[in-house]
């Protein structure tokens, strides 16, 4: 009888423990991929969206912005994670200064044909905590 407790316990434990697993493929499988698009500015947008653990993060962003006396490259990559997305949207923050917060924010748009990636960004000149630049993106995933 000792055996067959013993037996009956294990299999309720591995049983419980099997049905906890979380299931590591995420709500958007789709969007998994690079992304490249332009910006109001008519200059390149670049992201990275990676699954870690079945959550969407973006794991990469390159985003050319012109100022009034040039451009410059806002980028990172971190392969753990910038930000997660929260369901379709995502809000990376670039600091903050007198105008407010800086920021790239997308949308993922599923479209009848093709996902868009839609988005704005805010960014400030550099070194300058005063004079920001506001503008708007469309993109495309490619393979």
Not at 21 to 39: A, C, F, N, V
């Amino acid at each position: 009888m000792l055996k067959i407790t013993s037996l009956a316990m294990l299999l309720l434990i591995l049983f419980i423990h099997s049905g906890c697993k979380k299931d590591e493929t995420p709500d958007y499988p789709h969007l998994i991929g690079y992304w490249s698009g332009t910006t109001s500015q008519g200059n390149p947008i670049r992201f990275k969206v990676d699954s870690r653990d079945g959550i969407l993060y973006i794991t990469q962003y390159e985003l050319l912005v012109n100022f009034g006396s040039g451009a410059k490259t806002f980028e990172q990559q971190n392969d753990r994670g910038i930000v997660a997305l929260s369901g379709l949207t995502f809000s990376i923050p670039l600091g903050t200064g007198s105008a407010g917060p800086a920021y790239i924010d997308g949308n993922f748009i599923y479209g009848s044909t093709e996902i868009t990636l839609n988005g704005s960004f805010s960014v400030y000149y550099p070194g300058s905590p005063v004079d920001i630049v506001t503008g708007s993106y469309l993109a495309y995933q490619y393979k």
